[in-house]
């Protein structure tokens, strides 16, 4: 007969997992007792010389620890030096606490540190002092001065009708020593919110590192501290904004857009286009000493919570690319610290030595005026920057000269080269980064704002193939610099068909969506009710021509423009690393058009129209 199996048997249940040494509370951690290395070099020494008379004492030591036997072994050892001479009982005292401790030295040395009174000396002045301390732990961050002078204000109106036994005042010193006596993690709850003091306090771990290139690649953007020039008119156009990619395995750059549009998705897809894509440095009028062979698949794209890493287009790209994205919490830039790192870096030894250079905090700036000595053009920033990045930033070690960037990516790529992209690869690639929206088939092409789209291609499809309330919607990529085409998806060739506008005049040549939106707005100015071409037209002529008075203007006065009515004109003209260098009208686009369309519009347009998403 086989034993009774007792399923409630304590002695069989499972063990409780234990915790990890790093997320063990202080309260539940194994504290281990402070050693002689704890102790200043003075108490160090004591203890050895105690430690050091003991064993003395002990070797010739035949009987107990007494005074008929301790004094003539003291007397003997001490008869040079009769004034160091310790008495019998703190000898045997200084034993005892050695035994006591299991033979650590450092129970031989004074306990300074616990000396001194441990009590209040002033007491009835508690709910005054609460008061003052409830009036420091405030948002509005008040000094301890501050709280210190409510604290004396209440007690002296208290006093007032007191006649005996008045309420003792603590000096400023006491108050302060009781402020900081507070535990630090509550202050800052209070004074800064928990995100802050959750950020001061809290355990802090480490990042699994990858473990080849293009394993963990980080994006993010920033404005640049630094004031450029249009490449032709040689005026002030603001502070661009730089969208960047970095190999964290390596350290080094994969890839950059250079823009005035505030980030958006146009912004992480042309950056990420131009990481994943071999880098072309021919047309650069500049000779580089090193290659940038820093290009390739990714395997995870770490993004931040922008509007513009959330993007459906984004998410549809990287997922067909096979490339993972990977959010980091909200407020949390400190997860992706390699790119956050090296904006730092750009900052302190690239841009600083730029005149024009701007500075994060204004109580920096002091006297400098930076659109006044900005002399740097927006083209050969871009080429100088490319320039630092391939043959500085890339050649150099890091401070803690742990790597050099580029030996780095060599090594990686060595031992497991990434995956690359041919032609048609590259071609799909860029396809999958454009702007995808879904657009109905009519008789007459595709409308996306308020522009017609048709072709013979696309009429022979209408011909050929019968559509359905279903798949007559069919889903468009756009270019957001160039909309004088679009590519269409035919299910049943499987494939995207370039269609152009219909637009006669040649408005759509070059233009990007963003200025578009922005004619739109003018043109309703001009006729509210008709949205044709013609009025399209009007409207664009009624830009160029503006722009161009300004211009003039400008070169004609002695007094500089507002950078901000200029950095306006650098979004409209498009000025960027893959655009253009200059917001210059050529002639042939300008033409005579009436004085009064525009009013004054122009200067308000960026107030209240988004970026394209």
């Given at each position: 007969?086989?034993?009774?199996?007792?399923?409630?048997?304590?002695?069989?249940?499972?063990?409780?997992?234990?915790?990890?040494?790093?997320?063990?509370?202080?309260?539940?951690?194994?504290?281990?007792?402070?050693?002689?290395?704890?102790?200043?070099?003075?108490?160090?020494?004591?203890?050895?010389?105690?430690?050091?008379?003991?064993?003395?004492?002990?070797?010739?030591?035949?009987?107990?620890?007494?005074?008929?036997?301790?004094?003539?072994?003291?007397?003997?050892?001490?008869?040079e030096n009769t004034q160091d001479r310790p008495n019998w009982r703190t000898v045997a005292r200084w034993r005892k606490k050695y035994i006591d401790s299991n033979g650590n030295i450092a129970s031989l040395a004074d306990k300074n540190h616990?000396?001194?009174?441990?009590?209040?000396?002033?007491?009835?002045?508690?709910?005054?002092?609460?008061?003052?301390?409830?009036?420091?732990?405030?948002?509005?961050?008040?000094?301890?001065?501050?709280?210190?002078?409510?604290?004396?204000?209440?007690?002296i109106i208290e006093n007032e009708n007191i006649v005996e036994g008045k309420i003792p005042i603590i000096s400023y010193t006491a108050f302060n020593k009781r402020i900081k006596a507070i535990p630090p993690y509550a202050v800052a709850v209070?004074?800064?919110?928990?995100?802050?003091?959750?950020?001061?306090?809290?355990?802090?771990?480490?990042?699994?590192?990858?473990?080849?290139?293009?394993?963990?690649?980080?994006?993010?953007?920033?404005?640049?501290?630094?004031?450029?020039?249009?490449?032709?008119?040689?005026?002030?156009?603001?502070?661009?904004?730089?969208?960047?990619?970095?190999?964290?395995?390596?350290?080094?750059?994969?890839?950059?857009?250079?823009?005035?549009?505030?980030?958006?998705?146009?912004?992480?897809?042309?950056?990420?286009?131009?990481?994943?894509?071999?880098?072309?440095?021919?047309?650069?009028?500049?000779?580089?000493?090193?290659?940038?062979?820093?290009?390739?698949?990714?395997?995870?794209?770490?993004?931040?919570?922008?509007?513009?890493?959330?993007?459906?287009?984004?998410?549809?790209?990287?997922?067909?690319?096979?490339?993972?994205?990977?959010?980091?919490?909200?407020?949390?830039?400190?997860?992706?610290?390699?790119?956050?790192?090296?904006?730092?870096?750009?900052?302190?030894?690239?841009?600083?030595?730029?005149?024009?250079?701007?500075?994060?905090?204004?109580?920096?700036?002091?006297?400098?005026?930076?659109?006044?000595?900005?002399?740097?053009?927006?083209?050969?920033?871009?080429?100088?920057?490319?320039?630092?990045?391939?043959?500085v930033y890339h050649q150099d070690s890091d401070s803690r000269e742990t790597h050099i960037p580029i030996k780095k990516w060599q090594q990686g790529y060595d031992v497991y080269p990434p995956l690359t992209m041919n032609e048609e690869d590259?071609?799909?690639?860029?396809?999958?980064?454009?702007?995808?929206?879904?657009?109905?088939?009519?008789?007459?092409?595709?409308?996306?704002?308020?522009?017609?789209?048709?072709?013979?291609?696309?009429?022979?499809?209408?011909?050929?193939?019968?559509?359905?309330?279903?798949?007559?919607?069919?889903?468009?990529?756009?270019?957001?610099?160039?909309?004088?085409?679009?590519?269409?998806?035919?299910?049943?060739?499987?494939?995207?068909?370039?269609?152009?506008?219909?637009?006669?005049?040649?408005?759509?040549?070059?233009?990007?969506?963003?200025?578009?939106?922005?004619?739109?707005?003018?043109?309703?100015?001009?006729?509210?009710?008709?949205?044709?071409?013609?009025?399209?037209?009007?409207?664009?002529?009624?830009?160029?021509?503006?722009?161009?008075?300004?211009?003039?203007?400008?070169?004609?006065?002695?007094?500089?423009?507002?950078?901000?009515?200029?950095?306006?004109?650098?979004?409209?003209?498009?000025?960027?690393?893959?655009?253009?260098?200059?917001?210059?009208?050529?002639?042939?686009?300008?033409?005579?058009?009436?004085?009064?369309?525009?009013?004054?519009?122009?200067?308000?347009?960026?107030?209240?129209?988004?970026?394209?998403?």
């Amino acid at each position: 007969m086989t034993d009774f199996f007792n399923e409630f048997d304590e002695s069989l249940a499972p063990l409780k997992p234990q915790t990890p040494t790093q997320y063990v509370k202080l309260d539940d951690a194994n504290l281990i007792k402070r050693d002689l290395d704890t102790f200043n070099d003075a108490l160090k020494s004591q203890a050895l010389q105690r430690y050091k008379l003991i064993s003395s004492i002990d070797k010739k030591l035949s009987r107990g620890w007494t005074q008929q036997n301790l004094d003539p072994i003291l007397d003997d050892l001490f008869k040079e030096n009769t004034q160091d001479r310790p008495n019998w009982r703190t000898v045997a005292r200084w034993r005892k606490k050695y035994i006591d401790s299991n033979g650590n030295i450092a129970s031989l040395a004074d306990k300074n540190h616990k000396m001194g009174n441990r009590t209040k000396r002033i007491k009835g002045d508690d709910k005054f002092f609460d008061k003052a301390l409830e009036r420091f732990l405030d948002a509005k961050r008040p000094t301890i001065a501050t709280a210190y002078q409510y604290y004396k204000d209440l007690i002296i109106i208290e006093n007032e009708n007191i006649v005996e036994g008045k309420i003792p005042i603590i000096s400023y010193t006491a108050f302060n020593k009781r402020i900081k006596a507070i535990p630090p993690y509550a202050v800052a709850v209070a004074r800064h919110g928990k995100f802050k003091a959750d950020q001061w306090f809290a355990y802090c771990s480490a990042h699994v590192p990858p473990t080849r290139i293009l394993e963990r690649v980080e994006i993010d953007h920033t404005p640049l501290d630094l004031i450029l020039l249009d490449d032709e008119l040689l005026i002030p156009i603001g502070r661009p904004y730089l969208t960047l990619l970095i190999d964290v395995f390596s350290g080094c750059v994969l890839g950059f857009h250079l823009s005035y549009k505030s980030p958006s998705y146009v912004s992480a897809a042309k950056a990420i286009t131009h990481a994943i894509k071999p880098k072309k440095l021919d047309a650069m009028s500049i000779q580089l000493q090193n290659d940038w062979p820093c290009f390739g698949k990714f395997e995870n794209l770490v993004v931040d919570n922008g509007a513009e890493f959330w993007s459906k287009n984004l998410e549809h790209a990287c997922q067909s690319a096979g490339i993972n994205i990977q959010y980091n919490p909200v407020r949390k830039p400190w997860l992706k610290p390699v790119v956050e790192r090296f904006f730092k870096v750009i900052n302190q030894y690239l841009i600083s030595e730029f005149p024009g250079k701007t500075f994060s905090n204004i109580l920096e700036k002091e006297e400098y005026n930076p659109e006044k000595d900005a002399i740097i053009r927006f083209s050969t920033f871009v080429e100088e920057f490319q320039h630092w990045i391939v043959d500085v930033y890339h050649q150099d070690s890091d401070s803690r000269e742990t790597h050099i960037p580029i030996k780095k990516w060599q090594q990686g790529y060595d031992v497991y080269p990434p995956l690359t992209m041919n032609e048609e690869d590259e071609a799909r690639f860029t396809m999958l980064m454009r702007i995808s929206d879904s657009r109905t088939l009519a008789r007459n092409g595709i409308k996306f704002e308020e522009l017609m789209y048709d072709s013979t291609a696309l009429a022979d499809y209408r011909k050929h193939y019968p559509q359905t309330k279903e798949t007559v919607k069919k889903l468009i990529k756009v270019d957001p610099d160039d909309i004088s085409k679009i590519y269409v998806y035919l299910e049943e060739l499987e494939s995207y068909l370039e269609v152009p506008c219909t637009d006669p005049t040649g408005y759509t040549d070059g233009l990007s969506i963003y200025a578009h939106k922005m004619i739109k707005k003018i043109n309703r100015e001009i006729i509210r009710e008709s949205k044709d071409v013609l009025g399209l037209s009007k409207a664009r002529m009624a830009i160029h021509e503006r722009v161009k008075q300004e211009q003039e203007f400008f070169i004609a006065s002695k007094t500089k423009s507002k950078i901000t009515a200029v950095k306006k004109q650098a979004q409209i003209a498009d000025v960027s690393n893959t655009g253009k260098g200059t917001i210059k009208i050529s002639e042939e686009k300008t033409a005579p058009v009436q004085k009064n369309i525009v009013n004054d519009t122009f200067d308000d347009w960026d107030d209240d129209l988004e970026a394209f998403e």
